[in-house]
């Protein structure tokens, strides 16, 4: 990763185009047939080989980190991106889908005792940690490798009743974990990019049934308000990709 920005959208004001939303979706979801692609052997899951299922191949341009309840917009962004800019984008959501049917598989196969319909409290627990450490280690390597992450700061993302005294708080822990490995992560400096793009991608937050605030660390991030964001669209969808992330790193502070 070499840059990151705070991107400030005002949801409703951002038109959303519904039918493109749901076809994004259905394009780029991702399907776990059987659990038997993903077995080293008879007892043993390869979390290489679930990463492999359920994450892209190809590269991104712009990871773009967001709540579970701003999937629409998010997409909405990612469209606009690769439509008018020819930038590719990963957004981590469409991934969940996928990810809790592969721990259903899971779980009906391995933590339920014969004859049983309850599961294993502890199995249970176990199977969850080991899927959501998978996805972890993808998103991170997703990081990593991305030139550029875009962080959708909206009251959705960000929890106002518990940010105070200057200290952001997310109450989801996977903004949690991207923020903190985006802080942390190595710099690099940008890769070369071609002139032109096709595909697409996308980003993993999950639902709560419970709250636990987070700390949310934004202050690595160039500040990205609405206005910026837009005049900076407009000008990438007529200069192209690559002189488009060029004019984003000229922004003062980053």
């Not at 043993?44 to 999937?71: C, M, R, W, Y």
């Amino acid at each position: 990763m070499d840059r990151g920005f705070n991107l400030n959208i005002d949801a409703q004001s951002f038109a959303s185009n519904s039918v493109a939303v749901a076809d994004y979706k259905s394009q780029n979801k991702r399907d776990i047939e059987s659990l038997a692609q993903l077995m080293l052997d008879k007892d043993t899951v390869g979390a290489e080989l679930v990463i492999e299922a359920l994450f892209p191949t190809v590269s991104a341009d712009i990871f773009l980190s967001h709540s579970h309840a701003d999937q629409d917009l998010a997409i909405s962004l990612a469209i606009e991106l690769e439509r008018k800019c020819g930038l590719k984008v990963f957004i981590d959501s469409c991934v969940w889908g996928a990810a809790h049917d592969l721990l259903q598989v899971i779980d009906d196969k391995y933590c339920k005792s014969p004859g049983e319909i309850n599961y294993s409290y502890a199995e249970r627990n176990r199977s969850t940690a080991h899927v959501h450490m998978i996805l972890s280690t993808a998103l991170q390597r997703m990081i990593d490798n991305t030139d550029t992450l875009f962080f959708l700061n909206t009251e959705q993302s960000i929890s106002l009743k518990h940010s105070v005294d200057g200290s952001k708080k997310t109450l989801s822990p996977w903004i949690h974990m991207e923020l903190e490995f985006s802080s942390m992560v190595r710099r690099q400096r940008r890769r070369h990019m071609t002139k032109s793009h096709d595909g697409r991608m996308f980003d993993s937050i999950g639902t709560e049934s419970y709250n636990v605030a987070h700390e949310a660390p934004i202050r690595h991030l160039v500040n990205l308000a609405q206005p910026e964001f837009m005049m900076w669209l407009e000008a990438t969808s007529r200069i192209g990709a690559a002189d488009g992330i060029n004019l984003l790193y000229e922004l003062e502070g980053a």
